[in-house]
């Protein structure tokens, strides 16, 4: 009967690592406390169902598994030879495959198959005298946390001789701005870390562990030596720190080489791929350039070169992308069509806006393109026939009776914002538009008062959005309802305004209104001290809406009429240099600021005037406000007429 061992383990390392305590002696802080896990040890079942295995079969190992083994057996020259021509980071990987090479890579008089591999690295700095040869390579190659063997490990603390992972560094490194004594500034090894963005964006931690053992020695040290081994330290650091910067700056330089490597392998197998795509009729798609989900596809950027059998593999996946591609490349393609031929229409629409009379209501180039005979023009085109403006033509030969059936139905859509207002008859026709007492408002503008047709200009109300009958329309202008509405006191005040003025609200328009250009006064603004108030008819009801007097009056005596005369100039001068492009020129029909009036007509027009609005050579546009051609001022008691 077999008898179990009392004897203890011995403890194993864990597979692919090496310990400090195998390496050699160093005077790091990591590796010396772990313990590997405790090997298990096979029962006699085990042994018995082993053995009867291994006279089963003697099957060979699949693939190249196995091909090495004969490698221990060869003549040491020709071994030697082969390490030579090696990395270290191969040395150290065959260190760890069988006990024979171990034994012959770990041996100290190997050190120069070490250093002969350590040769063939680009710039490489020399071992240092703290390390052996082994450990350096595991410190420089080996992606290991030396704390926790956390795999894919990049951040290395050259000073500490250490690599560790950011948990680790959390742990065993210490991130506050002071260190416990200032006696240990500039001996215990730090790391910097980027920790964000900005000016602090960096933050110095120092080895926890290394701290801790210099406190002890310190303590175990009369105060008198503390200066001899503060210096022996400091010194012993500047050694490893010098080194360390020579780390730093050769493994950046190969992180930039490794870099450039794979992007430059990740190249070529994207042409490679680019390439096959192309013999199989996908080239239309690569003509504008690599497309997008095909160079950040998983199965395009990896840092492999294409071969036959990668291609067979990946192929099916990529011909399902290029399949979106060239979808998206059609669409893209379409509405790339439709775009242009929406820019060649809205030069037409310049030109027939330029030969209609000034104030004519004309769509925006969102409504044109919605009526039947642009739209099929524009959409139903196939993208590859060019359109041109004799596609066009016939369209804007019947513009005007389209412009006529648009304007109705946007008529139509105004008379019913009206009827939802118990203040308007159900039997509202379009000659209720037209009434001085008709005035929607824009919920943009801070509810202004805006009147018929003016409402069918406003920039507010023709604007882009989303949900249009074709989606591909939204991004044009076109007039819409969202921002209209009809305010009741709006209603009640202008129609106060009229009956004042004699006016029958139900039968005035704004035009008659406008010609007639009352003048009136506020009765709740004059005072007998500072004088009376006195405007003229669209400063009266955006007065009224604003402040919500009513009480007005149109009994305006002659010499007060006078006055005002005399004063709407200056007014007007000071007025309209607020308002920004909402007058037009007569002769060109071009939008301009009052500012800029006179300095227009000279230079294009080569005619000096100093009133162009008195001369008739510039008038409002039709979306400018009510006020801006009007008067608003105080008529002072006693105030002499001039004339």
């Given at each position: ?133 082994p450990q350096y390579a595991h410190l420089a190659f080996d992606p290991l946390c030396h704390y926790c063997y956390e795999t894919n490990t990049p951040t290395i603390v050259w000073t500490n001789r250490t690599r560790c992972c950011g948990k680790c560094l959390d742990t065993n490194f210490n991130g506050s701005m002071f260190m416990p004594r ?60 010098a080194h360390a910067e020579l780390c730093e700056r050769w493994n950046a330089d190969r992180i930039l080489d490794r870099t450039a490597e794979l992007r430059a392998i990740r190249l070529r197998r994207y042409n490679e791929i ?370």
């Open positions: 009967m077999l008898r179990r061992s009392d004897r203890k383990p011995k403890a194993r390392t864990i597979e692919n690592t090496i310990t400090y305590a195998e390496l050699g002696d160093s005077e790091t802080d990591c590796g010396d406390d772990y313990k590997a896990p405790t090997k298990r040890r096979k029962t006699q079942k085990k042994r018995q169902a082993g053995a009867q295995k291994e006279h089963v079969t003697d099957k060979k190992p699949r693939g190249k598994r196995g091909s090495l083994k004969e490698l221990v057996n060869m003549p040491l020259d020709i071994l030697f030879e082969i390490f030579g021509s090696l990395n270290p980071v191969d040395i150290l990987h065959l260190a760890r495959t069988t006990k024979d090479l171990r034994a012959i890579l770990m041996n100290r008089s190997s050190q120069w198959i070490w250093k002969r591999a350590r040769a063939n690295m680009k710039d490489f700095p020399d071992c240092p005298s703290d390390l052996t040869e200032n006696e240990f500034r500039g001996i215990i090894p730090t790391v910097k870390l980027r920790t964000g963005s900005g000016r602090y964006r960096f933050r110095t931690k120092f080895c926890v562990r290394t701290w801790e053992r210099y406190e002890v020695e310190l303590k175990a040290l009369k105060t008198a030596e503390w200066g001899e081994w503060i210096a022996e330290k400091r010194a012993h650091y500047q050694t490893i720190a680019e390439r096959r795509l192309t013999e199989l009729g996908w080239g239309d798609d690569f003509k504008e350039g690599p497309p997008r989900d095909i160079i950040n596809h998983p199965l395009v950027k990896q840092p492999r070169d294409l071969t036959d059998r990668i291609w067979e593999k990946i192929m099916p996946d990529l011909l399902v992308v290029m399949e979106d591609i060239k979808t998206q490349r059609l669409e893209a393609e379409r509405m790339a069509a439709i775009h242009s031929r929406v820019r060649l229409l809205s030069s037409l629409r310049l030109e027939f806006v330029a030969s209609q009379p000034l104030h004519s209501i004309i769509p925006e180039i969102g409504d044109l393109i919605m009526m039947e005979d642009f739209r099929t023009i524009i959409i139903d085109t196939p993208p590859d026939e060019t359109v041109t403006t004799a596609h066009f033509s016939h369209a804007m030969k019947e513009l005007s009776p389209l412009i006529e059936e648009w304007r109705r139905t946007k008529d139509n859509e105004l008379l019913t914002i009206l009827k939802r207002d118990h203040y308007i008859d159900n039997d509202a026709t379009t000659s209720t538009l037209y009434l001085a007492s008709t005035l929607f408002t824009c919920r943009t503008c801070f509810h202004i008062p805006i009147s018929y047709p003016r409402v069918l200009v406003h920039s507010c109300f023709n604007d882009t959005y989303q949900g249009k009958q074709i989606p591909e329309f939204d991004q044009y202008p076109s007039w819409n309802t969202r921002y209209i509405s009809f305010h009741p006191m709006t209603y009640l005040s202008t129609k106060s305004i009229l009956e004042s003025c004699g006016f029958d609200p139900n039968k005035a328009t704004a035009q008659e209104i406008l010609d007639a250009n009352p003048l009136i006064e506020c009765l709740e603004c004059s005072h007998v001290d500072s004088g009376r108030l006195l405007m003229r008819y669209p400063n009266a009801v955006s007065h009224s809406i604003r402040l919500n007097h009513q009480k007005l009056s149109a009994n305006i005596s002659s010499d007060d009429s006078k006055r005002v005369i005399i004063k709407e100039k200056g007014f007007r001068r000071s007025l309209t240099t607020c308002h920004i492009a909402c007058w037009n020129c007569v002769l060109c029909k071009g939008q301009l600021q009052w500012l800029r009036a006179s300095h227009h007509l000279n230079s294009v027009h080569q005619i000096e005037d100093d009133d162009p609005i008195e001369s008739g050579y510039i008038v409002p546009s039709l979306d400018a406000p009510l006020s801006v051609a009007g008067y608003e001022g105080i008529i002072k008691p006693g105030e002499p007429v001039v004339i």
